[in-house]
Structures are given as structure tokens and as C-alpha cells.
């Protein structure tokens, strides 16, 4: 299971920090993500990384965003600064047992982020 938390109501230029911790039921993660959510738009990956530190960034937040991971501890973060309002939506962290580039095997509840202008 995957839990997120740090979601949240912040104005345009601000920041939040959200954070996923896997419980102990999920084994060798090698790959931990965040996708975001709007409705009437399809579900998109906004970050990724893996556990040798490769990253990968959707284009509309690279040098906003900074995703990064415990391994030891199987939490990942998300820090979203410069928040803009087309940020708004939900966030879901994922999880891989394969690596970058693999289906997902693990999804959280989901956390909202709200960015008004």
C-alpha cells in the first residue's frame, strides 16, 4: 500500500512538499513516481525516479519540481514550488518493482493539490 500525504490549498507561486510511504507489504521497489490527475484530461506522469537516481520530469514542471527517495526506507517526495494554477489536481504516487519505463504495480488513495491564482 502507498500513502501519501502533504496535499493541500496554496496560492499561485507557493509551495507544498508531498510525500509517499510504502508499507511493508511491498518488496523491491526499484522505480517510484507521481502522476497528476485533471479532470477531463488524461492521468500524466509528472516525475519519476529510480532507485540508482535516474529522474524524469513532465515538461511543464521541470525546474519546479524536484522528485527524490529514501530507498532504505521506500518513502518518495515530491517538492512542487513555483506552483502554478494548471498544477491543480490529484496526485498519485506510484511504485515499480521493475524500473523506469515499466508498468506501475503499486498506486496511493491520491492526495489533492489545489493552486489558486
Known amino acids: 500500500e502507498l500513502v501519501e500525504s502533504g496535499g493541500g490549498l496554496v496560492q499561485a507561486g507557493g509551495s507544498l512538499r508531498l510525500s509517499c510511504a510504502a508499507s511493508?507489504?511491498?518488496?523491491?521497489?526499484?522505480?517510484m513516481g507521481w502522476h497528476r490527475q485533471v479532470p477531463g484530461k488524461q492521468r500524466e506522469l509528472v516525475a519519476a525516479?529510480?532507485?540508482?537516481?535516474?529522474?524524469n520530469y513532465a515538461d511543464s514542471v521541470k525546474g519546479r519540481f524536484t522528485i527524490s527517495s529514501v530507498n532504505a526506507e521506500n518513502t518518495g517526495y515530491l517538492q512542487m514550488n513555483s506552483l502554478k494554477p494548471e498544477d491543480t489536481g490529484v496526485y498519485y504516487c506510484?511504485?515499480?518493482?521493475?524500473?523506469?519505463?515499466?508498468?506501475?504495480?503499486?498506486w496511493g488513495q491520491g492526495t489533492q493539490v489545489t493552486v489558486s491564482s
Open positions: 511493508g507489504s511491498i518488496f523491491s521497489i526499484k522505480a
Open positions: 506510484t511504485a515499480g518493482s521493475i524500473g523506469l519505463g515499466f508498468p506501475w504495480d503499486y
Open positions: 525516479i529510480s532507485t540508482g537516481g535516474s529522474t
